[in-house]
């Protein structure tokens, strides 16, 4: 039995819950991106780069994106809090849970209670750029753009800065079948250094049988060498990559490193954020 899909319209309304919260906090100036862009009718953004634009367009420093991603029976929130000018994270909250109407309306509670108690932003280190994920397994094909934002926004949760993933991949955009397009590390450096970045995340993933191997390697842009690697094992279903993601990301960010939400709010109001795009993705 297949699993029923998260609602379009629950999910438009949590957003606008999320956007109320944010505005009666007190502490944050809103502006409307999805009704202050020079584009009427555009569709809602579904990337990050497409939620800078029209935050640019709307003349905001900082634009709050967000969109909720389901792989059948497992669903992902991600949230990304952009300055606008360098197009740099901020800060971010990614959360993983079984897709129902309740685990919903939890994620997206907890979400909005995150950003509000979020502290200062990190210090600026290394720029990383999560190229696209390469393999040749049909079936997943239509998650792996979302796999790249998921674990470029994990990596932003545990403190790196990282470039938007949709603006990684943009020299790929019209492409047939991107996520075979660049298999090669020369064409992954070439993506990371496009972007502006200063090290560069690849991701494989192959199938041998019903299981599904993912492999990755951060490399340093300035020697085109490795820095580290990770790799997981599982299942092939959407989900099972999913998982393997939150693996490779705990190995990328070291297990070691600080839980990034103890923080106390800082003190100075923040700039002002554009409301959270409706970034709901239930293909």
Not at 23 to 42: D, L, P, Y
């Amino acid at each position: 039995m297949d699993t029923p899909r998260v609602q379009r319209t629950q999910v438009e309304e949590l957003s606008r819950k999320l956007a109320d919260r944010v505005r009666q906090s007190g502490s944050f100036s809103i502006a409307n991106i999805a009704t202050s862009t020079k584009t009427e009718g555009a569709p809602p953004c579904f990337t990050e780069a497409c939620a800078i634009n029209a935050a640019q367009q709307a003349g905001v420093r900082s634009v709050l994106y967000s969109r909720l991603v389901q792989y059948a029976e497992a669903c992902v929130l991600l949230g990304v809090l952009y300055d606008v000018e360098s197009q740099r994270n901020d800060w971010a909250f990614s959360h993983s849970f079984p897709c129902e109407a309740a685990g919903v309306d939890n994620a997206v509670n907890e979400f909005g209670a995150a950003f509000l108690a979020r502290g200062q932003p990190t210090a600026r280190g290394p720029v990383y750029a999560v190229t696209p994920i390469q393999h040749d397994i049909a079936d997943i094909a239509y998650a792996s753009e979302s796999w790249a934002e998921y674990l470029g926004t994990m990596l932003a949760a545990g403190g790196k800065t990282v470039v938007p993933a949709a603006n990684v991949a943009q020299p790929l955009a019209g492409k047939k079948e991107p996520y075979k397009n660049c298999p090669e590390k020369k064409c992954a450096l070439e993506l990371g250094l496009t972007a502006g970045a200063q090290q560069a995340v690849t991701i494989k993933i192959t199938r041998k049988k019903p299981m599904c191997t993912v492999t990755a390697a951060v490399y340093d842009l300035g020697t085109k060498a490795t820095s580290v690697s990770a790799s997981a094992k599982g299942g092939c279903a959407a989900a099972d990559i999913a998982d393997a993601m939150r693996t490779i990301a705990a190995t990328l960010i070291g297990e070691a490193a600080p839980a990034a939400a103890a923080a106390p709010p800082a003190a100075a109001a923040p700039p002002a954020a554009a409301a959270p795009a409706a970034g709901d993705d239930l293909k």
